[in-house]
C-alpha cells in the first residue's frame, strides 16, 4: 500500500470554476502535508503547508486537512488556464533517521480558457 | 534568500559513463534530499544528507551515490550510465524543525543515450 495516493486525473476545469485536488495517506503517525505544483518540464515548487487539523487559505488556494478521515485536499478558486499543472502531495512520516517525505504521483489539472 | 540551485542545468551523456551533480542548498538548512523522476515512475527518493551523513536512502543499486561537504553543498554520482537513468534528477532542501519543510531545486535533466 501506498503511503500517499492521488486520482491522476486529468481533472478538468472551466477558467474562473473551482477545482478540487484530493489526497489520502495511510499512516495516521504523519504529521506534516505539502502541496507542491508542477508545471511540465519543472520542478516542483511547493504552494501550500499545513500541520493541524482544518482549513489553511492562501490567496486562491485553500488546504484542508482532516486527520481522522486520513485525507488532504488543495481547493483552487477562480481557476486560471496558469493553473493549469501537475498537482503533488506529500506527507511526513517520523522515523528515527528524522522525518522522511512521501509523495503521491500527483494529479494533472487542466484548466480550460 | 537564494534558492536551491542545482548544476549543471541539462546533461548529456554515453552509456557507461559517469556523472557527478551538484546542489547547494538554502542557506542556513542542513538536509539536502535527492530524487530522481521520470514519465513513468513519478518521483522516486535516491538519498538523504545531514550534516555531511547520509540518514536515509531509497531503493536504488549501489551506482547511485551522493556525500554532503560541511558547508551544506551535496553532490550525487551515478556511475557506468544505462539508457534508463535518463531522467529529472531534483535536490531538496529542508528546513528542520517544528515545521518542517521541503524546497526543490530547478533540477538537472539527465540523457544517456
Known amino acids: 500500500q501506498k503511503e500517499v495516493e492521488q486520482n491522476s486525473g486529468p481533472l478538468s476545469v472551466p477558467e474562473g470554476a473551482i477545482a478540487s485536488l484530493n489526497c489520502t495517506y495511510s499512516d495516521r503517525g504523519s504529521q506534516s502535508f505539502f502541496w507542491y505544483r508542477q508545471y511540465s518540464g519543472k520542478s516542483p515548487e511547493l504552494i501550500m503547508f499545513i500541520y493541524s487539523n482544518g482549513d489553511k487559505e492562501d490567496g486562491r488556494f485553500t488546504a484542508q486537512l482532516n486527520k481522522a478521515s486520513q485525507y488532504v485536499s488543495l481547493l483552487i478558486r477562480d481557476s486560471q488556464p496558469s493553473d493549469s499543472a501537475t498537482y503533488l502531495c506529500?506527507?511526513?512520516?517520523?522515523?528515527?533517521?528524522?522525518?522522511?517525505?512521501?509523495f503521491g504521483t500527483g494529479t494533472s489539472l487542466t484548466v480550460i480558457p | 534568500k537564494a534558492g536551491v540551485t542545482q548544476t549543471p542545468r541539462y546533461l548529456i551523456k554515453t552509456r557507461g559513463q559517469q556523472v557527478t551533480l551538484s546542489c547547494s542548498p538554502i542557506?542556513?538548512?542542513?538536509?539536502v534530499s535527492w530524487y530522481q523522476q521520470t514519465p513513468g515512475q513519478g518521483l522516486q527518493f535516491l538519498f538523504e544528507y545531514f550534516s555531511e551523513t547520509q540518514r536515509n536512502k531509497g531503493n536504488f543499486p549501489g551506482r547511485f551515490s551522493g556525500r554532503q561537504f560541511s558547508n551544506s553543498r551535496s553532490e550525487m554520482n551515478v556511475s557506468t550510465l544505462e539508457l534508463g537513468d535518463s531522467a529529472l534528477y531534483l535536490c531538496?532542501?529542508?528546513?528542520?524543525?517544528?515545521?518542517?519543510?521541503?524546497?526543490f531545486g530547478p533540477g538537472t535533466r539527465l540523457l544517456v543515450l
Open positions: 506529500a506527507v511526513t512520516l517520523p522515523s528515527n533517521t528524522g522525518n522522511q517525505f512521501y
Open positions: 531538496a532542501s529542508r528546513r528542520s524543525g517544528a515545521q518542517e519543510t521541503q524546497y
Open positions: 542557506s542556513g538548512h542542513r538536509s
